[in-house]
């Protein structure tokens, strides 16, 4: 028999041992039903069960629950527990509720009374457990019937300390279950609760006040001032006045910390007296930092530095006094060479946000040497994520391309988990700052060639974008990307830009015998049955506009075209432009060639795309570069931003818009394969994919046809998602559904001989209803005759 | 072809290991812990698949044994090998427990060595390998001996040694039957079927021939069309003859035989086998009828009634009856009342537990209880389980009757009528429920 002490209950022990001496899950069963049918037959029976018997059975009945088996019974028999003026039944009663019975009970209105009648009892002991079981249990039910008694035992002056903890902290527990509690009229009295005497109410109150700060700042903008007070006579006192509250020579760290993020949910504040305070207080915590440690203890630093760090980032958020952020910075850059790793961690976080911040920023730069040493020597990959991340805020025009040249450098050595983001940062940065734009374009050869894999298609388009826009560097990236290209293994990536640019300003470097025309092309056709299908296709994009650019070397890229490999290619994109640009290439005359594969128009100026992909990737760590962004350049519509390069981004459409002006805009549609098969053979899907790499409306592309003026008409001003399927189908077959949703479906079909064609549409109701007052409008777009029929 | 053997404790710890082929890792093992000792809900198909790996077990009390392949096998063959082993287990060592497997682990590898080849199973015969592995130490093996074994083991009669000389000869069959039963409340027959098995021991001298005759319907037939006689009793005796649906022979029994003649003839193995082992499921006079009453009197309270007819000769005896009424599982109190034997309520098994000692037959006994219920929150109800029996009645459930059984020596010198038959039939339960 186990021992048992002093108040133990001797039959849930024995149990307990008899269950624990099981040999087999059915002896164990079998010995839980055997109790179990006791327990019932005397909850049933006599019902003269005094408490003790009740505390017992119920604990029993607990702990057969714990073990995994459903009790269905017992409910209420701790319910009467609760009522019972012994510590321990309490206690019993409410583990059980708190554990067992569900918030959708019926015997919660019941508990709920128990809790009420405990909580206005006059017993610190009683209103303690049965705040306790609210915490618990925490329902939205019981925030709302127990609103008021929790904040008036909070607030009200007979109640001791320790209740009054538990209280604001059983009232945070309501509160985030039911965010929609008032506290109305407690509102100032819970705010002044930052004064009380004893520490721990306050550092429960601090809690339960940040939670209510965040729900609504403009309520209790009162306690920006208490919390000032309360932190200064904190900071200010030596570490013996507050006794209980001194952790490791610390004086109430948690409580700093916590005063210290509620007043990171305001802006400065304005009372000069009270900015004045807060400063002090800033700076003693500083000071503080600076002094030798009182003790050698992992505890004292760490308690320190906690409350070390929140300043910082109040002194960030408030981002108001230069020499606060200067000294912050400063501090940091101690920790940056701390061997404490968590602490350089912490210190090249927060020194990310400083980085920001217009006062610091040339602090911040001073610690670039040790910042990069950290990127090449840290062995926890998430420390140098923050190191790049540090790099990639502080970087600005005079040190960018030290810092680009470092992170490109190390991207060679770097962790797989950050390559693309390194990338995407190097991109960005070498774009933002680049001055020269020759160092642009090595810059990104160099990525792309360093960790091809990683680079993303928008900074390969962003890249062409660039070379397009600006005449200076054509020649030059022309001879970089044909020597880059010279390398016996080269990236995909490589050889999508070097034929893309080949392409357009091959010309430039054809002077030199070195790269006349014949050895740019073996050099791109060297490449080319390495390359994915997409990539074989711009190819040949490339070597249509070599027969434009260099008419002489024309027969030995028809000959290429013309293989077989590229005629019956399984790949029909690859197939139709090898024929098409066959077909172009011998019936065209020269004039025509020339205008179709004109050199491409620039861009429209916009906001980078790579910078929208990072955003995509990381939201929350790229906060601080939008803001930058809006420093640098002129803030962008966001939708402009999405259309950037995305082609599937842009075909957001109005679904919602009326079924006449979608059927206006298929007309135009479907114009166009009659336009581009009367100009006889645009190209146009070719066209389509080029469109599509650079994204947005393009003016005249490369076919330069009817056709493809259509289309980019269609991308641009959208279709329904829907629609744009269809219209594909559209491009092989002559008829279909054109549009279709719950009531009405609009079906079109098409017959075209020589110069002439007939389109037919067709209106089914779909609905049980007849149409009344429908009417059609049609903007016939040419000589079509249509006719309309409809039922 | 079984790939490893497995022998675990209740707690799931491994006792035995023997691994036949390199498809089976070390982690099954593991899997097989893991996935259905282990496992959260509790395994009720005896076939477990993990990974691509097919694990059969069986349970003797709080012992796994469990049989791992990687092949598509006879599922059937690896149970089948597996009752073989519990069979060997036992008639070496007794009960198997944990202390004994632990005791006799050397004993079990060498068995698992022997009956299982490349995961083949070999001869599974306990009289036989006991020849070969003994319990006492290495008693070293004259030559003749060794040679003995090897053409013995290897020969046409692997089952029986020559040289076999008994002072009586005595011969033990035992007709052991087993009753499955699903009844509906109003007493509709739902399901039931007959699982037999003869076990024979015998004590002859020589290599006998013995010819075993039984009343079934086939070999009756076919009888009947060669002798008139056969036929003409066949005849009288009204409904003798039974329709077996399958059956399974020991591998003494020389099938061709028994497919030509439609005659069981065999060399027995000396000492305790199985020879045959049959199902039936047409005409099946059951033994015991189970009438349920079951009023539920409100939500606290309820009645039940039950009455058990015995259904045979009144000159028989029943023994170790008893019967099983479950309980809701928010019994409170029951109180029961019955006029032959002894009811008790069994809260551990949620059951009401009536046992009587002897029963005759064409006799009728009753109980009557009452069960008070308590109040729960739960509002599922109760989903009242069968009631189960559980019996022994001297005599075969099936009709099966044993018409002669002959045996020939004609080396040794004595002769049918000198040996002694002891012929017993046994009827038990097996899962025999009545819905209430």
């Known amino acids: ?791 | 072809m079984i790939g490893g053997l497995f022998i675990y404790n209740h707690k799931g710890e491994v006792l035995i290991s023997r691994v036949y082929r390199d498809d089976i890792g070390r982690n099954a093992v593991d899997a097989f812990r893991v996935n259905v000792i282990h496992a959260r809900q509790q395994v009720r198909s005896p076939v477990t698949n993990i990974a691509r790996t097919s694990f059969f077990h069986v349970k003797r009390s709080n012992i796994w044994l469990a049989a791992v392949t990687k092949q598509n096998v006879n599922a059937a063959m690896v149970f089948e090998f597996l009752f073989k082993m519990v069979e060997v287990m036992q008639s070496y060592f007794g009960k198997i427990s944990e202390d004994n497997i632990k005791n006799n682990f050397v004993l079990i590898y060498e068995i698992l060595d022997e009956i299982l080849d490349f995961g083949y199973p070999q001869n599974t015969d306990t009289g036989i390998l006991k020849t070969f592995i003994t319990q006492q130490g290495v008693k070293s093996q004259s030559k003749e001996e060794t040679a003995q074994i090897t053409s013995q083991v290897t020969g046409q009669i692997g089952w029986r040694r020559e040289g076999i000389k008994y002072r009586r000869n005595e011969l033990f069959l035992d007709v052991l039957e087993s009753v499955n039963l699903l009844m509906s409340p109003q007493g509709q027959v739902l399901s039931a079927h007959v699982a037999g098995r003869i076990v024979m021991k015998s004590y002859l001298s020589g290599m006998p021939e013995c010819k075993f005759g039984i009343n079934d319907k086939l070999l009756m037939e076919s009888k009947g069309k060669s002798s008139l006689d056969d036929a003409g009793r066949g005849g009288a005796t009204g409904k003798t003859a039974i329709a077996i649906d399958d059956c399974q022979f020991h591998q003494c029994v020389k099938l061709s035989k028994f497919e030509t003649e439609h005659s069981i003839s065999f060399i027995p193995p000396d000492g305790e086998y199985e020879l045959m082992k049959y199902r039936t499921t047409k005409d099946i006079s059951l033994p015991f009828r189970v009438i349920p009453l079951v009023r539920e009197v409100g939500r606290q309270k309820m009645e039940v009634k039950v009455v058990v007819k015995s259904n045979f000769k009144p000159s028989l005896l029943a023994q170790k009856v008893e019967v099983r009424i479950p309980t809701p599982l928010n019994t409170s109190g029951v109180q029961v009342i019955c006029m032959k034997g002894k009811a008790k309520y069994k809260a551990s098994e949620n059951a009401i537990v009536w046992k009587i000692k002897r029963m005759g037959g064409m006799k009728e006994c009753q109980l009557s209880a009452e069960i008070e219920l308590l109040n729960t929150n739960d509002k599922k109800k109760w989903t009242r389980p069968p009631i189960s029996m559980n019996f022994e009645v001297p005599f075969a459930p099936s009709g099966f009757k044993v018409r002669y059984l002959k045996v020939f020596e004609p080396k040794m010198n004595y002769s049918d009528h000198d040996v002694i038959k002891w012929v017993r039939y046994i009827g038990r339960s097996g899962l025999y429920e009545t819905r209430c």
């Not at chain 1, 933002?432 to 360093?450: Q, S």
């Open chain 1, 1 to 791: 028999m186990p021992a048992v002490k002093g108040d133990g209950m001797r039959g849930l022990a024995v149990f307990i041992s008899d269950i624990r001496n099981c040999k087999s899950k059915e002896a164990e069963i079998k010995r839980i039903n055997k109790e179990l049918a006791n327990i019932r037959s005397k909850f049933k029976g006599d019902k003269t069960l005094d408490g003790y018997q009740k505390k017992k059975y119920v604990c029993k009945l607990l702990f057969i629950f714990l073990l995994g088996h459903d009790i269905d019974f017992g409910h209420m028999e701790a319910v009467n527990l609760l009522s019972s003026n012994k510590y321990t039944e309490k206690q019993i009663g409410y583990l059980f509720i708190s554990v067992l019975i569900s918030a959708s009970s019926d015997l919660m209105k019941l508990v709920i009374q128990c809790i009420r009648n405990d909580l206005v009892s006059r017993n610190p002991i009683h209103i303690t457990l049965a705040l306790q079981c609210v915490a618990n249990i925490g329902s939205r039910e019981m925030a709302e019937s127990l609103s008021i008694d929790i904040p008036s035992l909070l607030v009200s002056g007979d109640t001791i300390d320790s209740v009054k903890q538990s209280a604001a902290l059983t009232l945070l527990r309501l509160l985030r279950t039911a965010p929609e509690l008032q506290m109305g009229e407690w509102t100032s009295r819970i705010i002044h609760l930052l004064n009380d005497q004893h520490m721990g109410v306050v550092t429960s109150a601090a809690s339960l006040i940040e939670a209510l700060v965040k729900k609504n700042p403009e309520e209790y903008k009162g306690c920006v001032s208490l919390a000032v007070s309360r932190l200064s006579r904190i900071v200010t006192s030596s570490y013996t006045d507050l006794q209980d509250y001194t952790y490791y020579f610390v004086p109430a760290p948690w409580l700093s910390v916590k005063l210290l993020r509620l007043l990171q949910n305001y802006p400065p504040p304005e009372d000069p007296s009270v900015r004045t305070r807060l400063t002090e207080c800033l700076e003693t915590i500083l000071n503080k930092a600076q002094e030798p440690p009182k003790s050698k203890k992992v505890q004292h630093s760490n308690a320190k530095n906690a409350v070390l760090f929140e300043a910082i980032n109040l002194i960030i958020h408030m981002d108001s006094d230069p020499n606060l952020l200067v000294r912050a910075c400063n501090q940091l850059g101690q920790f940056l060479q701390h061997k404490e790793t968590n602490l350089r961690y912490l210190a090249l976080e927060s020194m990310c946000l400083l980085a920001t911040s217009e006062f610091s920023h040339e602090a911040v730069k001073k610690h670039q040497d040790t910042v990069i040493t950290a990127l090449k020597t840290e062995r926890d990959v998430s420390v140098r994520q923050r190191a790049v991340d540090l790099l990639y805020a502080m970087c600005d025009r005079t040190n960018a391309e030290e810092i680009v040249g470092e992170m490109l450098e190390y991207l060679e050595t770097a962790d797989y988990s950050i390559r693309e983001e390194m990338v995407l940062k190097v991109a960005i940065l070498a774009e933002k700052y680049a001055v020269d734009y020759t160092w642009y374009v090595d810059v990104i050869l160099n990525l792309i060639r360093i960790a091809g894999d990683y680079v993303s298609e928008e900074v390969w388009y962003r890249v062409i974008q660039i070379v397009i826009n600006r005449d200076d560097v054509q020649g030059y990236a022309a001879k970089t990307v044909f020597e880059a290209l010279q390398a016996p293994a080269c990236h995909e990536n490589m050889v999508k830009v070097g034929g893309y640019i080949l392409g357009e300003f091959g010309n430039l470097i054809a002077g030199d015998p070195r790269s006349s025309p014949i050895v740019q092309f073996q050099l791109l056709h060297s490449k080319y049955h390495l390359c994915s299908p997409s990539t074989r296709g711009l190819l040949l994009s490339t070597y249509i506009k070599f027969i434009n650019l260099f008419p002489e070397i024309k027969p030995q890229i028809q000959e290429i075209l013309g293989s077989k490999n590229n005629m019956r290619n399984p790949d029909v994109e690859l197939q139709q432009r090898s024929i098409e640009y066959l077909q172009l290439s011998s019936k065209a005359t020269a004039d025509v060639l020339a205008t179709v594969l004109e050199e491409m128009p620039p861009f429209p100026e916009r906001e980078s795309s790579i910078l929208a992909k990072l955003k995509k990737k990381k939201p929350s760590s790229v906060a601080e570069t939008a803001i930058e962004t809006t420093k640098e350049h002129k803030a962008m519509p966001a939708a402009q931003i999405n259309s950037d390069g995305q082609p599937t981004l842009q075909i957001s459409s109005p679904s919602s818009a009326g079924s006449a002006d979608l059927l206006g805009l298929d007309i135009g549609g479907m114009s166009a394969p009659v336009d581009s098969s009367s100009s006889g053979g645009g190209g146009q899907s070719a066209s389509d994919l080029l469109v599509d790499i650079l994204g947005g409306p393009v003016p005249g592309g490369i076919g330069g046809g009817v056709g493809v003026g259509t289309t980019n008409g269609l991308d641009s001003s959208g279709l329904t998602v829907g629609a744009e399927e269809n219209f594909l189908k559209f491009i092989t077959k002559l008829n279909g559904v054109l549009y279709e949703n719950d009531l009405l479906q609009i079906g079109v079909k098409a017959e075209y001989r020589q110069n002439l064609g007939r389109v037919g549409l067709f209106y089914g109701n779909k609905t049980s209803f007849q149409f009344t007052q429908f009417t059609t409008s049609i903007s016939c777009p040419g000589q079509l005759s249509t006719h309309i029929l409809y039922k």
